[in-house]
């Protein structure tokens, strides 16, 4: 890994500051994938709510890329119309570019300032923890990106529940 070094007199670019961050970020998903692994951290239970839909409990979880997925409140979901008896219900931690700004005065270009880190929920057909080795008490993590299913849910009488043996990989 190479990082930035400063001294003064150094003329800053946006590359240079773009790397400072990425190099800090990179640190902080090797310390998360390497010393804790992946899984749920704390909260992020499903429960199935009326009609067609699930809640998922605000929590904290880390990918098998070391990426933090922060729920930061609980939602409610729908669940897919499909013809599957089991789904995976599963978190994929996201990147959205938001608050456009011009580029400069006197320029219509605008571009995004900032990036929201979040999640997207996915139903899978597969559970993506499938395949992983749980060693001296944590999951390992691969550094593969793919989301992390916290809930497996079945299809009965036409009607999906929340199966309650299927426990989701924890941090401890």
């Given at each position: 890994m190479i990082r930035n070094r400063f001294f003064t007199g150094r003329f800053l670019t946006a590359e240079d500051l773009n790397h400072e961050q990425e190099y800090f970020r990179e640190k902080h998903k090797l310390h998360n994938r390497t010393l804790h692994g992946f899984g749920v951290v704390t909260g992020l239970?499903?429960?199935?709510?009326?009609?067609?839909?699930?809640?998922?409990?605000?929590?904290?979880?880390?990918?098998?890329?070391?990426?933090?997925?922060?729920?930061?409140?609980?939602?409610?979901?729908?669940?897919?119309?499909?013809?599957?008896?089991?789904i995976f219900l599963?978190?994929?931690?996201?990147?959205?570019?938001?608050?456009?700004?011009?580029?400069?005065?006197?320029?219509?270009?605008?571009?995004?300032s900032k990036v929201e880190e979040t999640f997207d929920v996915v139903f899978e057909t597969q559970n993506t923890n499938q395949g992983h080795r749980?060693?001296?008490?944590?999951?390992?993590a691969c550094g593969k990106p793919h989301g992390l299913t916290i809930a497996r849910l079945k299809r009965t009488s036409g009607n999906w529940r929340v199966e309650r043996r299927y426990h989701p990989p924890r941090l401890s």
């Open positions: 239970g499903v429960s199935k709510s009326s009609g067609n839909t699930v809640t998922i409990a605000a929590g904290l979880a880390i990918d098998c890329e070391g990426n933090e997925i922060l729920v930061e409140e609980s939602f409610k979901y729908a669940l897919p119309a499909s013809a599957l008896e089991t599963t978190l994929r931690y996201a990147e959205h570019a938001i608050d456009p700004i011009p580029t400069t005065k006197q320029s219509s270009d605008m571009e995004f749980h060693f001296r008490g944590r999951w390992q």
